[in-house]
T-cell receptor, first 106, second 121 residues
Framework: IQMTQSPSSLSASVGDRVTITCRAN??????LAWYQQRPGKAPKLLIY???SLQSGFPSRFSGSKSGTDFTLTISSLQPEDVATYYC?????????FGGGTKVEIK | EVQLVESGGGLVQSGRSLRLSCAASGFTFENFAMHWVRQVPGKGLEWVAGISWNSGNIGYADSVKGRFSISRDNAKKSLHLEMSSVRPEDTAMYFC????FGSGWYYFDYWGQGTLVRVSS
């Protein structure tokens, strides 16, 4: 599997709606996860199976799929959301991550 | 509380070997598949290898196949990565990661803090 993630970085204001897109080069059904990685920290599971929110994360984070595109949405960007976000496809080995999207506050 | 603590990283010369370990606690280790994921400083994540609960199903990234070997000791609740014939491009932070399932290829619900491997040429 190859995962293509876009954009590679973005800058938005507090309260803005932010969307990050991930596309697989083959059908992975709904086997898509998202991770949040804050600077200097290990990644944390954010969303799994396309749209299931991991415990501990606020509901402003959501995941969806349209056609072959998977989307991570932050409905109202907060300062604590500054991080790099990665998608991961997982229907078979080798497992694959997207290149990451660095989210900053404008 | 789930804890994954990696060890064994350090500076190693190109062509030599290194063994990474991950000590697990806070969950029934023998029930879950485990993986290694690496990250070059400032770059993205790369899956390295994975092993099922009973070591019956193992997989590797093409970049490390034939050089790295993943193993586990369920009695000692530990995961290992034997790295041989290391190359400068193996320089990275190596994370131990747990899945929610015993086998198969899935996402990672817990990660360790990582151990840094630097390969000198």
């Amino acid at each position: 599997i190859q995962m293509t993630q876009s954009p590679s970085s973005l800058s938005a204001s507090v309260g803005d709606r932010v969307t990050i897109t991930c596309r697989a080069n083959q059908d992975i059904s709904n086997y898509l996860a998202w991770y949040q990685q804050r600077p200097g920290k290990a990644p944390k599971l954010l969303i799994y199976t396309t749209s299931s929110l991991q415990s501990g994360f606020p509901s402003r984070f959501s995941g969806s799929k349209s056609g072959t595109d998977f989307t991570l949405t932050i409905s109202s960007l907060q300062p604590e959301d500054v991080a790099t976000y990665y998608c991961q496809g997982y229907n078979s080995a080798p497992l694959a991550f997207g290149g990451g999207t660095k989210v900053e506050i404008k | 509380e789930v804890q994954l603590v990696e060890s064994g990283g350090g500076l190693v010369q190109s062509g030599r070997s290194l063994r990474l370990s991950c000590a697990a606690s806070g969950f029934t280790f023998e029930n879950f598949a485990m993986h290694w994921v690496r990250q070059v400083p400032g770059k993205g994540l790369e899956w390295v290898a994975g092993i099922s609960w009973n070591s019956g199903n193992i997989g590797y990234a093409d970049s490390v196949k034939g050089r790295f070997s993943i193993s586990r000791d369920n009695a000692k609740k530990s995961l290992h990565l034997e790295m041989s014939s290391v190359r400068p491009e193996d320089t990275a932070m190596y994370f131990c990661a747990k899945t929610r399932f015993g086998s198969g290829w899935y996402y990672f619900d817990y990660w360790g803090q990582g151990t840094l491997v630097r390969v000198s040429s």
